[in-house]
Structure formats: structure tokens, C-alpha cells
């Protein structure tokens, strides 16, 4: 029986998709984002094992309450692709809507296997693009952007409905060009039903200092949220140009 390293799970979730939802943050990220507020996921080491029928009984427990479904996040749901695919199949089974948080990093568009079963019981993928741009993104995460771009194009040739998310910070991500560029890109994909454009906090410094690394980005000032409508704004206005093109 396959079993998930599993960091915590939420319950009556408010922002992990659409309605009230059941969260499972899985342990383990190769990401290293400058802003990521969840550092104590990062570790590939054994945090709880859970199975999938454990995970779906607690769910059962709650699921008056969780009327919206279940969310996978992370850390990086990606790196335990398969306990992730048998999750979100026996949900979908009990008619369960599965959404799933990732960056898409551990995409490889010349093996997609494992991606073309998972896709089968995904119902939403919320996908976190950092950085439009691979030189500044390689900065933000130490990785390159191309999977999760190909992650999203494959995600839109194979109809998967998207919400696409993207945290604006002051000086890195929230610069006119890059913005443009992203709505862009947005405008290509098909079956993007959302656009969540989220404002950089400095909320985790505390958890930082517990588990003795370095915040590096603890002298940028928090986004507020008139920059990120503003942000938001202008990806859509770049989406509607490309558009009518």
C-alpha cells in the first residue's frame, strides 16, 4: 500500500480552491522560493506516513463542513505524484472535486506518463508561476521556469481547468514588463478559469528564525493589496490585448 509523507493537514480550508476545503500539505519541495511560507515543508525526511484511505476517513469526519473538496499543496505535491493520482481517484470515485496547488516544477514534457493518469482524477490545478521571466525566476526559486511553462501548456492542450496564481513583490515580480509578459503568456492557455494575483507578506520570518535560516528578503516591504489589484489589473489587460490580436 502506497503510502504519503504527509507535513499536516488543514481542515475547512478558505483558500486552497474553490469552496470550503479539505488540505493536505504534502512534505517535501525542491524549490527554494525566496518568499515560500511553508520553509518547514521543504525536507524530503519522513514527517507522518499516511495511506490514502486514512487521509479519505479523516476527510469523511469533516466532509459536512468541506463542502468544496480536497486540495493537495505542499511542499510539493508533484514529488509523490503517485500517492497524490490514487488519492485524487478514489475521491473522484465518490464524486470528491480534487484540486491540486504546484509549481509544476518536476514536469518533463518527454515523459508524461504519470502526468496523463493524474490528470484523469484532477478537477483544478492551481498553478503557481513565480516568475515570467527564467533569468529572475532562477534568482526567486534557484530553478528554471521552462517545466512550469511546459507544465502549463500541457495542462491547456489537455483541457485541465487552471487557476493561475502569482505573488507579487515589490522590485522582483511586480514590474510592468514582467506583468505584461505574463498576461501574455496567460492569454495562450485555454481552460484558465481563474487569476489569483497574491500580495507578498513577510508573515513567516518568525518560522525562519525558529529553523535557523536565513529570510533573505526580510528587508522587503509587504505588497499591499491596492498594488496587487493594480498588478492584477495590468496581467489582464495584457491577457485582453494578446487576445484581440
Not at 154 to 178: A, C, F, G, P
Request: net charge neutral; glycine share 6%.
Amino acid at each position: 500500500m502506497i503510502k504519503g509523507n504527509i507535513h499536516s493537514i488543514e481542515t475547512c480550508g478558505t483558500v486552497d480552491g474553490p469552496g470550503i476545503r479539505f488540505v493536505v500539505f504534502m512534505q517535501g519541495c525542491p524549490m527554494r522560493c525566496l518568499y515560500c511560507h511553508n520553509p518547514d515543508t521543504w525536507s524530503t525526511n519522513k514527517n507522518q506516513e499516511m495511506s490514502v484511505d486514512e487521509i479519505l476517513a479523516q476527510y469523511n469526519g469533516v466532509k459536512e463542513f468541506c463542502t468544496g473538496g480536497i486540495t493537495v499543496t505542499g511542499g510539493e505535491p508533484l514529488m509523490q505524484i503517485e500517492f497524490v493520482t490514487e488519492l485524487f481517484k478514489k475521491a473522484r470515485e465518490k464524486n470528491i472535486h480534487t484540486a491540486m496547488d504546484t509549481s509544476g516544477i518536476l514536469f518533463n514534457q518527454n515523459e508524461t506518463s504519470k502526468f496523463d493518469e493524474l490528470i484523469k482524477y484532477t478537477s483544478l490545478v492551481m498553478l503557481d508561476i513565480k516568475h515570467i521571466d527564467d533569468i529572475e525566476h532562477k534568482k526567486l526559486t534557484s530553478h528554471s521556469n521552462k517545466n512550469i511553462l511546459d507544465f502549463a501548456k500541457y495542462l491547456s492542450d489537455n483541457q485541465v481547468e487552471m487557476w493561475i496564481r502569482h505573488v507579487v513583490v515589490s522590485k522582483i515580480t511586480n514590474n510592468e514588463e514582467y506583468l505584461e509578459k505574463l498576461g501574455k503568456f496567460i492569454a495562450h492557455l485555454k481552460n484558465v478559469k481563474g487569476l489569483d494575483v497574491l500580495p507578498y507578506h513577510n508573515m513567516a520570518i518568525p518560522k525562519y528564525e525558529k529553523l535557523g535560516i536565513e529570510y533573505k528578503l526580510k528587508d522587503k516591504p509587504p505588497t499591499t493589496t491596492e498594488e496587487a489589484k493594480n498588478a492584477r489589473d495590468i496581467i489582464l489587460q495584457a491577457i485582453k490585448k494578446e487576445i484581440v490580436r
